[in-house]
């Protein structure tokens, strides 16, 4: 199976070139870095490190950019060319060689369509309490509303993988709710035993502020209650099979 390694970006200079290396040592078919009009030097750093690196307006040239991480998986999919499309975050300190290939490896069922990275979120000095929104937000929905879904150890991590074929059927949340979307938009068409888990260890970001953390839990919660029938106002990009037939 061909990988591609989408990596979404914006002004993640001081990590993404870590990341970029960490990818390139499991000999993906390419790694893609979709910067977001970063005003900082995460371009330089990820074309530094051996990334093909596209901004974002460049993919899909004739439909503008709307803002959110989901528009930028969306973009990456749509540019990617491997069978497998692994997704990992820009800001991550502990990227490590080895956890592209463990994303991967669980696609040789060929009933697996989704495969999402199981860790602890490390939260300052401590070992756990990061991923507040997962915590407060995210979970207690999915165990309200899908629980066959409860099970799920980060059901917005940004470490996970996609059969590409799978997520060109998926629509993409625009913001901050595209995990939790793909996550049970792949249940609902696929079941629950199409996604996995791998053990990656523990995972360390940089934290947000209470004050981002607010809209970010907004557009999650908006997401997960829109999959369950109730109608709030959500924006995303539809299936890129209508787009690049």
């Known amino acids: 199976m061909s990988v591609s390694v989408v990596i979404p970006a914006l002004n993640e200079a001081a990590t993404v070139g870590a990341v970029v290396r960490a990818a390139l040592a499991d000999d993906p078919l390419e790694v893609l870095v979709i910067d977001a009009d970063s005003t900082d030097a995460t371009a330089e750093e990820a074309t530094a490190a051996g990334a093909r690196v596209l901004n974002w307006a460049s993919i899909l040239p004739d439909i503008p950019t709307r803002p959110g991480k989901g528009e930028s998986l969306w973009r990456g999919v749509a540019a990617a060319r491997g069978e497998i499309v692994v997704f990992v975050d820009a800001d991550l300190r502990s990227f ?32 756990q309490g990061g991923g507040r929104v997962t915590e407060l937000t995210a979970k207690p929905l999915l165990r309200l509303l899908f629980p066959e879904l409860a099970h799920i150890s980060q059901p917005l991590g ?17 913001g901050y709710g595209v995990e939790a979307g793909l996550l049970i938009d792949v249940a609902a068409t696929h079941g629950v035993a199409a996604i996995t888990e791998v053990d990656l260890g523990s995972r360390s970001h940089s934290h947000q502020s209470l004050a981002a953390l607010g809209p970010m839990a907004e557009v999650v919660a908006a997401t997960i209650l829109n999959r369950s029938g109730v109608q709030v106002p959500l924006t995303q990009r539809g299936p890129l099979s209508s787009v690049l037939c």
């Open 96 to 127: 490590e060689p080895g956890m592209v290939s463990a994303l991967v490896r669980p696609f040789d069922d060929p009933g697996i369509h989704m495969v999402r990275a199981d860790y602890l979120r490390t939260f300052g000095t401590s070992p």
């Open 158 to 174: 940004g470490e996970y993988a996609l059969r590409r074929g799978t997520a060109l059927d998926l629509p993409f949340v625009d």
